[in-house]
């Protein structure tokens, strides 16, 4: 063989292992860019979700660009507006989907509570603007790859997003406008190896179009990771924390289940979490491709290099500490700059 070709063999096969060597969710750039999707309302675990989001916006890691809901119940757009706005954030826009979608309530009525109880902007869901409009305004104005898309409820919105085709706001359609502005997709679905689970199995449709077609790295956080970690009662408990929507919450939510007696199952927090300050401390991973099945069954097949799921490597236990500290998180002081709590460094 040519040393020419010798030489462009070497360089290729250099190039190669240098790009199969890099990680496959390097360590994030702040203050990252993020849009949070969630099916606020059938379970309480959004609340967590929503109070580490606004935690780490608080300290400097996050851009809230969007809240927005995949879920149509009839609290949706208000409950997150309350939130919002109680960590002082009251313009972050919020989205809810449109059209065909789950509206699924929740049982216990936290969120006609705190709606009842504390301020917010956003009176129901029709003052709110529909999620995939949003998507597709938020996304056009973006860098390139800057966006980390975090979502813990149903995949509705983000198939319509695939699925839509180029408007006002870009001339790309929506698998082009994810290609070029999002890097990653942070999802709390699925149950690992496989299994059934409610935020994959509920839409279905949406599920397998996501699965099938999402052009970014995506990293699951499964139903397995967070059913272990319990959290909530030292909230409940802290007599310092007055006048809260997330403490009102737990306190409603937590009596009434005799599985919540020790704390509620955090899956949507870990999401979260690990979006924000990265897995590599916390998590083992296992790539490979996730599938779905027509009857609601999540698959995982080894071998693929653009998802991953969270393998456990810290104790549940330390992941608690870690995630109650941060749903104890208070609104910053907007003239001290202070808050009541810090964040896990």
């Not at 924000?276 to 609601?296: F, I, N, P, R, S």
């Amino acid at each position: 063989m040519p040393k020419k070709s010798l030489f462009l063999l070497g360089f290729l096969l250099v190039f190669i292992g240098f790009v199969q060597a890099q990680p496959l969710f390097p360590k994030a750039t702040y203050p990252m860019r993020v849009i949070f999707d969630t099916d606020f309302g059938p379970d309480y675990d959004d609340v967590g979700a929503i109070t580490i989001l606004h935690c780490f916006a608080d300290s400097g890691y996050i851009r809230i660009l969007a809240t927005i809901a995949s879920s149509k119940h009839k609290n949706a757009a208000a409950a997150i507006s309350v939130f919002n706005t109680y960590f002082n954030r009251p313009e972050i826009p919020i989205g809810v989907v449109r059209g065909e979608a789950v509206e699924l309530g929740d049982k216990q009525h936290w969120t006609d509570t705190v709606i009842s109880r504390y301020p917010h902007r956003i009176l129901s869901n029709e003052d709110a603007m529909d999620a995939l409009v949003l998507y597709r305004k938020l996304l056009s104005a973006q860098p390139d790859h800057s966006v980390t898309i975090i979502t813990v409820g149903f995949l509705t919105n983000l198939a319509n997003l695939l699925e839509s085709p180029k408007d006002r706001y870009s001339s790309l359609n929506g698998y082009e406008l994810v290609t070029r502005k999002v890097i990653n997709l942070v999802s709390m679905a699925g149950r690992f190896p496989s299994g059934n689970e409610f935020n994959l199995a509920q839409d279905i449709k949406s599920s397998k179009k996501v699965l099938a077609d999402w052009p970014t790295p995506i990293l699951f956080s499964g139903f397995e990771i967070g059913q272990k970690i319990k959290t909530g009662i030292p909230l409940i408990h802290n007599n310092e924390i007055r006048e809260s929507p997330v403490k009102d919450v737990f306190s409603i939510c937590i009596p009434l289940a005799r599985e919540d007696s020790s704390g509620r199952m955090s899956w949507d927090e870990t999401a979260v979490f690990v979006a924000v300050k990265g897995w590599q401390k916390y998590y083992d991973l296992e790539t490979g491709k996730c599938t779905m099945h027509a009857d609601g069954i999540n698959e995982w097949k080894p071998g693929g290099a653009t998802e991953a799921y969270l393998v456990e490597k810290m104790p549940a236990d330390q992941m608690s500490l870690i995630i109650n500290q941060l749903t104890m998180h208070q609104p910053v002081n907007q003239e001290s700059g202070k808050n009541g709590s810090s964040t896990e460094r």
